[in-house]
């Protein structure tokens, strides 16, 4: 239900104006970045969960923020709700189907800022063996140099998507048909330009 996405990914291409441009590898390694999702269940509370295992990169000028891109490879399988049945449910064929769709994807394809740190991200997510656009509301939160010598760029994004459009139909009924994600980005400078 939560893939990507990246995309979380995707929101790493804020627009900052205090950056060189830059291809940036997200932060995986030191558990600075997540993917998390959440669904209402049965319309009575919200169910949150996440994605343990993903990797992804993007470029970014502030010079010239249209030309961001991002990709984003989700490993389906990790889904954590923090329920090992659920989880089991949730990885099987009536949800992900990850033995059949072992990985989720996001690639940019338009990068559109929108002033205050703000820009909406779209993009090719393919989910469950479909691929489809999707938009991000991203938010800069912030960029600088690490402690370690190393200069670093953060961005949180949100999507909505109905999961009857990746072909998963199970029926929770009306109030759980949309997924929504929330992606929290932290990306290390790999090259400056």
Do not use: C
């Amino acid at each position: 239900m939560k893939h990507i996405l990246t995309l979380g990914l995707a929101l790493l291409l804020s627009l900052s104006g205090n950056l060189q441009a830059s291809e940036y590898k997200i932060d995986t390694a030191g558990a600075h970045a997540f993917i998390q999702f959440k669904i209402k269940h049965l319309g009575y509370s919200w169910l949150h969960g996440r994605f343990d295992s993903f990797e992804g990169r993007f470029n970014y000028d502030p010079k010239n923020p249209t030309a961001a891109s991002v990709k984003v490879t989700i490993d389906t399988a990790s889904l954590n709700s923090n329920h090992a049945e659920r989880d089991k449910h949730l990885r099987g064929k009536d949800f992900l189907n990850v033995d059949k769709y072992p990985k989720a994807t996001f690639v940019s394809t338009a990068f559109i800022p929108k002033g205050d740190g703000k820009a909406e991200l779209k993009g090719k997510l393919t989910l469950h063996g479909v691929t489809r656009e999707i938009s991000i509301d991203v938010q800069e939160i912030g960029a600088g140099k690490d402690p370690w010598g190393g200069y670093r760029q953060g961005f949180t994004g949100t999507t909505e998507f109905a999961l009857k459009d990746f072909g998963i139909d199970y029926d929770l009924g009306p109030a759980s048909r949309t997924v929504q994600l929330i992606l929290d980005i932290e990306g290390i400078a790999q090259t400056m330009m």
